[in-house]
């Protein structure tokens, strides 16, 4: 049914729920709550924490920790996408001043394109110009890209300062191999909807397999993504993947613990 304001129930709920989130977003960053949590990513051959990613978390007001799923897509409609970007970017190069490892920040085109934050972007390179060789930037493909020229020189700027650039979720989305072509990534983080059931499906092997055998052959690092436990990582391990991430290997942390 229709309600006073024009909006069906449907509509209705779904703006209260979005405003609920917008204004959870807004306390927490006023809270100083928006935090960075490290997943370790481990060496195939050695298993030793050779990087970590960052990754953004939410705390509420009882102190739950929130993931991005439940409120990035909000704060991009609103005014507090740039502000989490902005958090995050200062918390991930603090984190790779204090670590002796990489640390991967993920970066959307959105985040790219706006200039704001790319001017904070080159602000922090500068800053930390001695630990850019343990930097990779993971490129999400979330938004399609409205500047494409813009997004490459990015790319080919961090790069000749040192960055390693990954491609993030590779094996799923119909433009992967045309962002290989314009990007020359240095390292591919194979996604996890196709390493969950690696054990399980065959089609989900062959894809991984075919995928390993080209990044091989162009001097691409690997990263699997969604290692949940150890028949998994033989298979990966076996297929010649270069490094894990998952539940197998360790939750994302506070790296001051």
Do not use: C, W
């Not at 740039?82 to 970066?107: C, E, H, P, R, W």
């Not at 300062?161 to 799923?172: E, L, P, R, S």
């Not at 314009?182 to 062959?206: A, R, T, V």
Request: glycine share 4%.
């Amino acid at each position: 049914f229709i309600l006073a304001n024009g909006l069906s129930k449907e509509e209705h709920d779904k703006s209260q729920k979005n405003l609920q989130t917008l204004t959870m977003i807004k306390k927490a960053i006023n809270n100083l709550n928006i935090i960075s949590l490290f997943q370790p990513v481990v060496n195939n051959k050695t298993k030793k924490i050779e990087k970590y990613e960052s990754l953004v978390r939410l705390i509420d007001e009882d102190g739950k920790v929130i993931s991005p799923f439940h409120f990035l897509d909000a704060a991009k409609k609103g005014q507090y996408y740039s502000q989490i970007t902005s958090i995050v970017l200062d918390n991930s190069f603090l984190a790779l001043g204090n670590t002796n490892v990489d640390i991967s920040i993920n970066l959307s085109t959105l985040d790219i394109e706006k200039r704001t934050t790319r001017e904070k972007i080159y602000s922090l390179l500068e800053k930390h110009s001695k630990h850019l060789d343990r930097l990779v930037f993971e490129l999400l493909e979330d938004e399609p890209v409205k500047d494409f020229d813009l997004v490459k020189s990015f790319i080919n700027d961090v790069k000749k300062m040192g960055v390693k650039i990954a491609i993030d979720d590779f094996g799923v989305g119909y433009s992967n191999y045309e962002r290989l072509l314009e990007y020359q990534p240095d390292i591919l983080k194979i996604d996890g909807s196709l390493i969950k059931n690696i054990d399980k499906n065959p089609l989900s092997f062959n894809i991984v397999e075919t995928i390993v055998a080209f990044a091989k052959k162009e001097k691409i690092l690997t990263v699997a993504e969604y290692v949940e436990n150890e028949d998994i990582f033989n298979i990966l391990n076996d297929l010649g993947i270069d490094y894990s991430q998952g539940y197998y290997f360790g939750k994302p942390r506070s790296l001051s613990d």
